[in-house]
């Protein structure tokens, strides 16, 4: 691991990281995106504690740990970073202890901080759809890039998947004729979820007329590809959003708010909770049942506009 400018970091802390990050990718099954999370928050208490008069990580006790979230809460970090850093912390220390590589585990006592329970931007059913027949009508001038973007989207919203996911998935993961999706989520976890007509004829149209014109030695199995032929990033998919959405006259969105308002749109359309957690690949029905209070709020601003007694 390399110190963040400033930070002196030791030898031993070094090696502690390393071992740790081999702990979560190989034992826990955690995203990159969430290793390289953790690895930079003890990166910062790691800087915290040198310039507070530890030695090391090895070195941190209880008192440094709430100093340090409470330094950061002062800044005003938001509620879910420093949920996300105590999270960290926890598991750090919990492993470590637990393998002797600390003496007792300091984040025993350590209170958890609260994510916020605020949502991204949930679209309106005619705001998705508009989105989409932007995303569709761009596609119009056969740009490879344009026939991507509207399948991307329109997979986005069909199924729910994070856009990590979609980046990840392969052609064969997509069955056509069955209309349904095979996802590889967090934790390395496997799941098929259903696929609808209109993102099953984009993809179709996708693999007919874009994907054939990136395709090069090098793509392999990927469905969807970037500009030179190699698998598509999260960043490519992100721009694709921003840019359909600013050219629909909706809200800027990012992909995951299409992520929000497939499971806001399929609560409000009648399905059970139980079927919506396995959509979206939740562990704990508990972070799904957030939408209800979504679809709840939604429902008294609609009573409150309409009733003549509300």
């Given at each position: 691991m390399q110190a963040a400018a400033g930070v002196q970091e030791t030898g031993a802390d070094t090696a502690l990281v390393d071992d740790f990050v081999l702990h979560l990718a190989a034992q826990r099954g955690l995203s990159e995106h969430t290793v390289r999370a953790y690895v930079g928050d003890l990166r910062a208490l790691a800087g915290y504690a040198t310039r507070h008069g530890a030695e090391g990580l090895a070195d941190v006790d209880l008192a440094m740990l709430r100093g340090w979230l409470a330094s950061m809460s002062a800044a005003d970090r938001s509620r879910a970073t420093l949920a996300r850093r105590g999270a960290a912390v926890r598991t750090f220390f919990a492993w470590a202890a637990r393998t002797g590589r600390v003496a007792s585990d300091p984040a025993l006592r350590l209170a958890s901080a609260r994510p916020s329970s605020t949502l991204p931007t949930v679209l309106s059913q005619d705001s998705a759809a508009d989105l989409l027949d932007v995303a569709r009508t761009r596609s119009d001038d056969d740009d490879p890039i344009h026939l991507r973007d509207w399948a991307a989207l329109e997979l986005l919203y069909a199924t729910g998947v994070r856009v990590g996911e979609l980046c990840r998935v392969d052609v064969d993961d997509l069955d056509l004729s069955e209309r349904?999706?095979?996802?590889?989520?967090?934790?390395?976890?496997?799941?098929?979820?259903?696929?609808?007509?209109?993102?099953?004829?984009?993809?179709?149209?996708?693999?007919?007329?874009?994907?054939?014109?990136?395709?090069?030695?090098?793509?392999?199995?990927?469905?969807?590809?970037?500009?030179?032929?190699?698998?598509?990033?999260?960043?490519?998919l992100r721009t694709a959003v921003h840019e359909v959405a600013v050219a629909a006259g909706v809200e800027d969105v990012a992909p995951h708010a299409l992520r929000h308002s497939a499971a806001t749109h399929l609560l409000e359309g009648g399905s059970d909770l139980r079927s919506v957690q396995e959509v979206l690949g939740h562990s704990s029905l508990a972070t799904t049942q957030r939408y209800t209070h979504v679809t709840a709020d939604r429902l008294r601003a609609s009573f409150e506009q309409a009733h003549p007694r509300a």
């Open positions: 349904t999706l095979r996802v590889l989520g967090k934790g390395g976890k496997e799941r098929v979820v259903p696929v609808g007509e209109p993102a099953v004829d984009a993809t179709r149209q996708w693999l007919r007329r874009g994907r054939p014109v990136l395709a090069t030695e090098g793509s392999g199995p990927a469905l969807f590809l970037g500009r030179r032929g190699g698998r598509v990033d999260q960043r490519q």
